[in-house]
C-alpha cells in the first residue's frame, strides 16, 4: 500500500487573485401611463359613489394616498409614518422622515394632492397619525399594498402594481421632462447621487424606444437594399 504523502502550504495563493463579482443591476419599474389613468379613475369613482361617512374617509384616504405617493415620489414607509403635525399648510411644506432618519422636506406643488390633504384631516377626527386604518390607528404598509392588487384585480391589469413603482414612475417622469438629476436625488432623499443614478439608464432605453418606434424617418419610404 502506498502512503499519500501532500504538501501543506502556510497561505493560500489564491489570496493573491482579486476577484469582483458584478450582480446585474434590477432596473426599477414603472407604471404604464394607462394603468395610471385606470387606478386614478377607479379611486375618483369610488369616492363620488360613497354613500356613508366611513366609505367616503375610506376613499378619500385611498385617492390622497395614491396621488401623494405619485406627485413627490415618498417612500411607502415614509408615508404610512406621516402624522398632521409634519404638514405645513401655509407653506405647503412635508415633512419626510426617511431612511436613517433622516429628515427632508418636499414641497406639496399640485393643488389637488393639498386640497385631498385638508380634506381628508377633517374627517380624521384629530388623530396625529394622517393616514387611518378602518380602527383610527396608523395604517400599515401591507393596507397599501393590498388597496393596490384589489385596483389591479378589478380592472384586469396585467402589471403587479406596488407602492414602490410610484416612487419609480416620479423619478423616471421628472428625467424625461428633464429635471437636473441632483434636484431629483434631493426630493427622493438618496444620500448618494449613484443610487438616483439607476433613472438615466431606464431614460435611455425609453430614448432607444422612441428612436426606434416613432423615428420620423420611419414615416418615409425605405431603401431597398437589395437593389444597390
Known amino acids: 500500500m502506498y502512503l499519500e504523502y501532500r504538501e501543506v502550504i502556510e497561505f493560500s495563493p489564491l489570496k493573491k487573485i482579486r476577484t469582483k463579482i458584478k450582480e446585474p443591476k434590477v432596473l426599477p419599474k414603472i407604471i404604464q401611463k394607462e394603468y395610471l389613468e385606470i387606478i386614478f379613475q377607479w379611486l375618483v369613482v369610488n369616492l363620488e359613489s360613497a354613500n356613508t361617512e366611513y366609505k367616503k374617509r375610506i376613499a378619500l384616504r385611498n385617492l390622497t394616498i395614491i396621488e401623494l405617493l405619485f406627485s413627490t415620489g415618498i417612500r411607502i414607509s415614509e408615508l404610512c409614518h406621516l402624522k398632521v403635525e409634519d404638514i405645513n399648510f401655509q407653506e ?16 406639496i406643488g399640485n393643488d389637488d ?116
Open 92 to 107: 405647503r411644506l412635508l415633512k419626510i422622515f426617511g431612511k436613517g432618519s433622516k429628515e427632508r422636506i418636499i414641497y
Open 113 to 228: 394632492v393639498m386640497n385631498l390633504l385638508k380634506l381628508l384631516i377633517k374627517y380624521n377626527k384629530n388623530n396625529k397619525y394622517l393616514f387611518l386604518n378602518k380602527f383610527n390607528k396608523q395604517l400599515s404598509e401591507q393596507s397599501v399594498r393590498i388597496l393596490l392588487t384589489t385596483i389591479e384585480k378589478e380592472k384586469g391589469l396585467s402589471t403587479h402594481i406596488t407602492p414602490h413603482m410610484f416612487r419609480h414612475t416620479f423619478a423616471t417622469t421628472l428625467l424625461e421632462k428633464e429635471v437636473d438629476i441632483r434636484y431629483i436625488q434631493n426630493i427622493l432623499g438618496h444620500s448618494s447621487i449613484s443610487t438616483t443614478q439607476i433613472y438615466t439608464h431606464v431614460n435611455s432605453l425609453k430614448q432607444k424606444e422612441i428612436l426606434t418606434n416613432k423615428n420620423p424617418m420611419n414615416d418615409y419610404k425605405e431603401i431597398n437594399w437589395k437593389s444597390i
